[in-house]
């Protein structure tokens, strides 16, 4: 484990885990986080949304954090060790505390550099 605040070559990556039991796993890898800040806000708030995507009106947040590891998906900052966001650390936040409606908290798409590249060309 790389366990370093500075990028390795290529930046960050975060790997979208699929959680739902007929997967493979792995969604993708998102590549070119220039710093593990960015790379961590942006695991935060992807699983963020995928919580709430799995909230449905009325369920106890047990139900809501079943549903999140049944159908969900999670992000992890690749090689980041003890330094990198963990969803475990504020899954039962999340699932007590839904995110109010247009939050930032889950705008992972305002974080993603894929929507970066390219801009210069």
Known sequence: MMESLFAPAGGWVVRIVDLS???EG???EVRGFATLMHANAFARAYVRDSVERCRLPGAS??????AWHAF???AEVVDAGDLA??????????AA???PPGSE???WR????????GADD
């Open 21 to 23: 039991g007929g997967s």
């Open 26 to 28: 792995e969604v993708e």
């Open 61 to 66: 947040p047990r139900d809501v954090a079943a």
């Open 72 to 74: 969900g998906e999670d």
């Open 85 to 94: 966001w963990s969803s475990a650390a504020e899954l039962a936040f999340f």
């Open 97 to 99: 505390n839904p995110a």
């Open 105 to 107: 908290e889950r705008d």
């Open 110 to 117: 305002s974080l993603d550099p894929r929507r970066f590249a």
